[in-house]
């Protein structure tokens, strides 16, 4: 997207000023480039998200569900989201704490 909004940007003010006097003409060349650029563009996002997409669906046992912390029957203890941002109240992510820290230490 980074290279098909500012190139249709372009296309649109060159259009809007199509009958404005003394506006530089833009080569049939340029516009040719422009024009492959666009596809370049196009045929990358297209590419890069069916890559990605299939990516996920390849490694779905391994990522799981979307929002899923993979707690299966843990989910009401501290153990399973101990590490993740706003559990530092949880006694098991200060004792992870703890720990990592002391290992830390001894290396």
């Known amino acids: 997207s980074c ?3 500012p ?4 296309a649109r003010s060159r259009y809007d000023q199509r009958n404005v006097e003394g506006l530089p ?28 997409v299939r990516n996920i669906v390849r490694h779905w046992h391994e ?6 912390c993979h707690c299966e029957n843990i989910w009401n ?9 706003g559990m ?9 704490a703890t720990r990592t ?3 830390s230490r001894t290396y």
Do not use: Q
């Open 77 to 85: 203890t501290c153990e399973c989201s101990a590490d993740h941002v």
């Open 88 to 96: 530092d109240w949880c006694e098991a992510a200060l004792a992870n």
């Open 101 to 103: 820290r002391s290992l």
């Open 25 to 52: 003409k833009v080569h049939m060349l340029e516009w040719i480039v422009l024009v492959l650029e666009l596809a370049l563009a196009l045929v990358l996002m297209v590419m890069g998200t069916y890559s990605s």
């Open 7 to 10: 190139i249709l940007m372009f």
């Open 3 to 5: 290279w098909v909004i």
């Open 63 to 68: 990522f799981g569900a979307p929002l899923s």
